[in-house]
């Protein structure tokens, strides 16, 4: 008898639950979806191209039916109106649009500077958590980002004015055989492309110089490793003019020191960002600091390994020794400070 | 400088604890971590704060009270920080308090060992605050290394009063108080140095300082509010932009309360001269380098290495090499790990031997009165269940607690405190770091767990000084695998009853010993996999940066860890279990007493949770135990024993031989029995205070849940997989 009141109360509580719990998860399905839409709209309007309801559709995997449902609900709430058979947006509607632009660019940037969620993930996990950050969200991440100018792939973050940074930078394929270059920019859609790139290194920040160039590819060297990519790839890479000569070889790393080797701090990479970067640089990785190699660790086969700078022992992991770059000491003059 | 008595004699600082009425003068210590910033805010005001060898020891601030020349001051402790440019826990709570706590002066604390990277920060609170004393501290280390630092130059430098002091000795402290007086009050005027900068950052910082001036009177420090606004800290900027910055700068809010830590989150009203100031840093941004962060960094650096090059002279071989020879052995390849071992074996091996005996006084001593009492409650003719209740329940789960816990304890934390003092346990996190890193955890998680050993809620605390979120959860859901202090007593009765019987005499200690490495190893074990497979789950990720100061040994100082070590955490501990156990002990006495259809209650109880007990090796009476030690796992033995004793004959365990009787003789404990609660208590769930504080520090009840009931899930798992392979193995029963 207290067994089965017990069930039943089990069971109505679940049941509770999965409703409280399914009706938030469709409130939230349905407003993205609305926003995923503007999202699209206001890119073929950045792009100059027309939004019309049929690629609209395609684009969010809608039906039809459900798709002129939704623009119904979008025109109501005065986002959209309608121009001969495209859509275009209002005011507010293009508002909304930069708004969830921001949010996506400036969250991209958060997980790849403040997580270590993996650069291929970030899209996604972006494209989902855009919906739910607000106007003052965006304002504490962007500060505390101290005011990024790209996302990860190197697409500039729109300024909550609505000011764009002037987009730069060409495709690969479009750029002079022999030429230094930097990548600013890379395309994270298709997947599958960016994913190739991510592997080859091509990285916004990355030096490339175009070695060989053939209809059906390029012969590159990408910070100093030798990479074949299709020229379909390629074109997904944008690049400007390298500031500064490409390294032949790459530079010394903190992580080559064996012990008791000195050395002076030349600069930490850019791969290192964010959190981690301005910590090193606390600790007093600064540039033209004198770094000594004094221990490893024996059971992790030389990793960590501990550094004196500035007079105290620092240890760390390989990943971060190896973007810390560095160029050997060989006078025994400059003495390291205690 | 003649050294002058240590604090607590010397004439003119009055230490007033936390008395913090009526405060004349609010004074914050900030500095490097490690710095003995704790060890003299303890001197000033008679406190005790916790103090480690290990940078992040203290990551909340703390706050007392002390009284100097008749004024009254109120000093907070802030966690220590590298800088004040990265936007770190730590380094909000320091810089916040700080720039808007409004201070009336500020002590920053410097490792005189270590001048050049302790003035990255000193330069960067110059910027913040006019009214700052220096205090050098380590004066002893530094001599003993023959690094003579030229205070007077540095003063000059600095353009603030600089005091040698040695925060242990209280030597200097007295100079240290005056020169504080001094720069509060006026007499002496400070001209802070300012950091030198990049030409194109200074032009910026140029074109906005006017305008933060104009758009908000009265505020000293425009130069750094034009440093933050341009390097991007969203503090500053809400600040600015809602107008508030002028009241939280002068203090028209209230003084000590800081406005940052509950943020209104109604809606802001806008200050458009502010609006316009972060629309010109805006402008002024976006034409820096996109390296000038670096920069600036650099700039101070290279400030502070000039400053140091004309203070501070090293004579004779760096000292540095002692700790070198030291740190070659503990990390050797092949002695490193054994040595590890080694010495955890060891601390056990005292603390088994050690508290043999007392533990054993102790209960003929407390035992012995639970007798008189009760005759004596008897003879004045009192009901029994009085008499029972009193004396046969509360009592004896106090007398049992302080019996079996206050010995090991009072040796124990000794120990550890010791190794935490010379510098030993970040050499135990660079060892391990190289499994953390397979497993996708963090490092510092070896710190965070040997502070779990002394208390698994100070473990889940202590994570703070894993910055990055994913692996910090990591550290938080597996710190029950370490078993605190709590727990000790069960592993040693199990040690000293089964195992170390098992062995001849001469060995009997070793293995008892041993056998309590096992459990923690088995433990250590759990945590490596559970974080391996919450890294490859739920937290999915790889590992992250790592980062760790390998502070210089230092001689421990070993009247303040005896004074720490029992005063403080082993009375704190006792105290804490004493008032669980003394409704424990009342409950289990009702429940042994009353009677429901012949029998106690705790006899239905433990017959209805038998069964399921039997599965795990274990039994129904320590599966009770258990859900009554829920607050605390101190009382799991002394709950055990007393539901044990009070539904039989025996009523007095007098000692271990006794006790071995009671568990096997009337119990039915097997060797299985004794593994299989091993386990259990080195895997079950989290005490109710560390639920409590996981809580707190996720802010998340799904990870609370976790927290709470993956390891009870392991630890059925595994006693039950343990209990049926023995079995089957037909090793017993
Ligand atoms: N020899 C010597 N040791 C000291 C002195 N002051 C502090 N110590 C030791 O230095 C270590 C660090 O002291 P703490 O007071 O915990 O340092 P802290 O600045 O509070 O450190 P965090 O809380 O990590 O920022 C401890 O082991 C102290 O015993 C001193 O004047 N001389
Ligand atoms: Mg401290």
Request: net charge negative; aromatic share 8%; with cysteine.
């Amino acid at each position: 008898m207290g067994a089965h009141v017990f069930i039943w109360l089990i069971v109505v509580l679940v049941l509770l639950w999965v409703g409280k719990h399914g009706w938030e998860e469709y409130r939230i399905r349905r407003r993205s979806t609305l926003e995923d839409a503007i999202k699209y709209l206001y890119d073929c309007e950045e792009h100059h191209r027309y939004g019309v309801p049929e690629a609209l559709a395609g684009k969010l995997g809608l039906s039809t039916r459900a798709t002129l449902r939704l623009l119904h609900r979008m025109a109501q709430r005065n986002l959209i109106r309608f121009c001969g058979n495209r859509v275009c947006l209002t005011p507010a509607g293009k508002a909304l649009g930069l708004q969830l632009l921001r949010a996506h660019r400036l969250w991209e940037r958060y997980l790849s500077d403040y997580t270590d969620v993996p650069l291929r993930e970030i899209h996604r996990l972006a494209d989902k958590r855009e919906h739910t950050l607000t106007q003052e969200d965006l304002q504490t991440l962007e500060a505390t980002l101290g005011h990024p100018r790209r996302d990860p792939h190197g697409d500039p973050i729109p300024r909550e004015s609505g000011e764009w940074m002037a987009e730069v930078g060409v495709p690969l394929t479009d750029w002079p055989v022999g030429q230094p270059a930097r990548v600013v920019h890379v395309e994270d859609e298709p997947e599958d492309l960016f994913a190739q790139a991510l592997a080859e290194g091509l990285i916004p920040g990355a030096d490339v110089v175009i070695l060989e160039s053939k209809p059906e590819g390029l012969h590159l060297k990408v910070d100093g490793n030798d990479v074949w990519i299709a020229s379909i790839l390629a074109a997904q890479v944008h690049v400007i003019a390298a500031p500064a000569r490409v390294e032949e070889t790459p530079p010394m790393s903190l992580a080559d020191l064996t012990r008791g080797e000195r050395a002076r701090v030349i600069g930490i990479s850019r791969e290192i960002r964010g959190l981690l970067r301005r910590r090193l640089l606390d600790l007093g990785f600064t540039r033209g600091a004198i770094v000594q190699e004094v221990l490893e660790s024996a059971f992790g086969r030389g990793d960590p390994r501990a550094y004196r700078v500035r007079g105290t022992l620092i240890a760390l992991r390989r990943e971060q020794a190896e973007h810390i770059y560095a160029e050997p000491l060989t006078d025994e003059g400059g003495d390291v400070t205690p | 400088m003649t050294p002058t008595p240590g604090c607590s004699s010397c004439p003119f600082v009055q230490q007033l604890g936390i008395d913090l009425s009526e405060w004349d003068y609010l004074v914050a210590l900030a500095g490097n971590p490690n710095t003995g910033k704790s060890t003299l805010f303890n001197r000033l005001t008679g406190l005790k704060q916790h103090v480690g060898n290990w940078p992040g020891k203290t990551v909340t601030r703390a706050e007392g009270g002390f009284e100097f020349n008749g004024k009254r001051y109120k000093l907070v402790d802030l966690p220590g920080t590298y800088s004040l440019l990265s936007a770190s826990v730590e380094e909000e709570i320091a810089r916040d308090f700080i720039l808007f706590g409004n201070p009336d002066g500020v002590i920053v604390v410097m490792d005189a060992t270590a001048v050049e990277r302790n003035l990255n920060l000193t330069l960067q609170i110059l910027e913040i605050t006019d009214r700052v004393v220096v205090a050098l501290n380590l004066m002893d280390e530094a001599r003993r290394k023959g690094i003579h630092v030229n205070h007077r130059g540095l003063a000059r430098e600095l353009g603030v009063p600089v005091v040698p002091i040695v925060a242990r000795t209280g030597e200097g402290i007295g100079y240290l108080m005056q020169a504080l007086e001094d720069v509060i009050e006026g007499r002496v005027r400070t001209h802070p140095r300012r950091i030198p900068l990049d030409p194109a950052l200074e032009h910026a910082v140029r074109e906005l300082v006017p305008l933060i001036e104009q758009a908000f009177p009265g505020v000293r420090n425009a130069r750094w509010i034009a440093i933050r606004l341009l390097d991007g800290d969203p503090t500053i900027e809400r600040a600015v932009r809602t107008g508030e910055l002028s009241a939280l700068l002068t203090g028209e809010l209230p003084r000590d309360a800081l406005p940052v830590d509950e943020t209104p989150q109604e809606e802001e009203t806008l200050y458009p001269p502010g609006l316009a100031i972060l629309k010109k840093a805006d402008i002024l941004r976006a034409a820096l380098d996109e390296d000038f962060r670096d920069r600036l960094v650099e700039d101070i650096y290279n400030e502070a290495a000039r400053i140091t090059q004309r203070v501070v002279r090293v004579e004779g071989t760096p000292a540095q090499t002692w700790d070198e020879r030291i740190d070659r052995i503990v990390t050797h390849p092949v002695w490193g790990l054994p040595l590890m071992l080694l010495g955890l074996a060891l601390a056990f091996w005292v603390t088994v031997v050690g508290a043999n005996y007392p533990s054993e006084w102790l209960a003929t001593l407390l035992f012995g009165i639970e007798g008189l009492g009760a005759r004596a409650f008897q003879a004045l003719g009192l009901p029994w269940w009085v008499t029972g209740f009193l004396w046969h329940g509360v009592y004896r789960g106090l007398a049992w607690v302080v019996s079996v816990m206050l010995p090991p304890m009072a040796i124990f934390f000794p120990i550890f405190t010791l190794l935490e003092d010379l510098g030993y346990l970040p050499r135990v996190a660079f060892n391990l770091d190289w499994l953390f890193k397979k497993v996708g955890a963090h490092g510092k998680q070896a710190l965070t767990m040997t502070m779990g050993f002394g208390c698994n809620a100070a473990g889940v605390i202590a994570t703070r000084i894993i910055e990055s979120p994913r692996e910090r959860l990591i550290a938080i859901l597996t710190n029950n695998f370490v078993p605190c202090n709590g727990r000790w007593p069960t592993l040693i009765m199990l040690g000293t009853v089964f195992v170390a019987a098992a062995f001849p005499p001469a060995f009997a200690a070793f293995a008892a010993a041993g056998s309590i490495v096992a459990a923690v190893l088995v433990g250590v074990l759990f945590t490596f996999i559970v974080s391996w497979l919450l890294s490859h789950t739920l937290l999915k990720g790889e590992a992250s940066a790592f980062t760790l100061e390998l502070p210089p040994y230092r001689r421990p100082d070993i009247v303040r860890i005896l004074y720490t070590s029992l005063i403080d955490r082993t009375i704190f501990v006792l105290w804490r279990a004493v008032y669980m156990a003394a409704p424990a002990g009342g409950l289990i006495w009702i429940l042994a007493n009353v009677h429901v259809h012949g029998q106690s209650l705790v006899h239905w109880l433990a017959a209805f949770l038998d069964p399921f007990g039997r599965l795990l090796g274990l039994d129904g009476v320590i599966l009770l135990s258990y859900i009554v030690a829920l607050p605390a796992n101190e009382i799991v033995v002394p709950t055990m024993i007393m539901a044990y004793s009070g539904a039989s004959t025996v009523t007095e365990v007098e000692n271990l031989a006794a006790l071995k009787a009671l568990l096997v003789g009337q119990a039915g404990w097997t060797l299985l029995t004794a593994v299989s609660l091993m386990l259990f208590a080195v895997l079950h769930n989290p005490c109710s205070t560390t639920i409590l504080t996981i809580w707190k520090e996720t802010g998340s009840k799904k990870w609370t849940l976790i927290g709470a009931l993956l390891p009870l899930a392991i630890a059925f798992l595994v006693t039950f997989v343990v209990a049926q392979v023995w079995r089957l193995s037909g090793w017993v029963m």
